[in-house]
């Protein structure tokens, strides 16, 4: 009986170490080395009101910026959805609130756009957006703890204040290893 277990630990260790590794470049027109989490957190809200299946999202990314050794962390985020632009979601307020398990850490934007940082490529842009429907990324300070802390929580919740309204996104898309497999790449673990 031991010996399927071990088979199957093994096996499941292979998996892990060949999960793609945090993207990492050389940004030549600022000279900043970026390293970009492989696959973002993404958050929902069904928005049922207005038609079957339509949702609201947040895109959450990790990210580092390395400037001749200044090393910034930051999550950067869009605010996007599948609705007609008129009915999109907005940002409340240049902030977010990420419960995390029974810890509430407030995201607030710092102002800079992610090219402000040296972060020339998109990160994670949402897919297939209409004209008028471009969200711009919001750029979150934080740091490794945090984010090893949230790889590490059992449940996340995103929550938007927006027109004196705080709305709940839950999530959609669970990469939280591929959180954990950037945090442990930028702390040498590669």
């Known amino acids: 009986m ?18 793609p590794p945090p993207t990492e470049y050389l940004d030549e027109s600022t000279g900043a080395t970026v390293t ?9 809200r069904e928005r049922n009101e207005r038609a079957a299946n339509l949702r609201d999202y947040v895109t959450l990314s990790a990210a580092s910026v390395n400037r001749g050794g200044k090393i910034e962390y930051v999550l950067v985020a869009y605010l996007w959805s599948t609705l007609d632009p008129r009915f999109a979601p907005t940002l409340g307020a240049e902030s ?12 607030t934007a710092n102002g800079k756009s992610p090219s402000d940082l040296g972060i020339v490529q998109p990160v994670y842009a949402p897919p297939g957006q209409q004209p008028g429907q471009q969200s711009k990324p919001k750029v ?11 790889a590490a929580a059992r449940k996340l919740v995103i929550q938007n204040q927006a027109d004196d309204f705080a709305y709940d ?19 040498g673990d590669r």
């Open 140 to 150: 979150f300070p934080t740091d490794l703890g945090t984010l090893r802390f949230i």
């Open 96 to 107: 977010l609130v990420l419960q995390a398990d029974d810890r509430r850490i407030a995201l």
């Open 169 to 187: 996104y839950e999530l959609w898309d669970d990469k939280r290893r591929s959180l954990a497999r950037f945090v442990r790449f930028l702390e």
């Open 36 to 44: 970009v989490v492989d696959r973002p957190l993404v958050f929902a």
């Open 2 to 19: 031991l010996a399927p277990l071990g088979a199957l630990l093994l096996s499941t260790g292979a998996i892990a170490r060949d999960a």
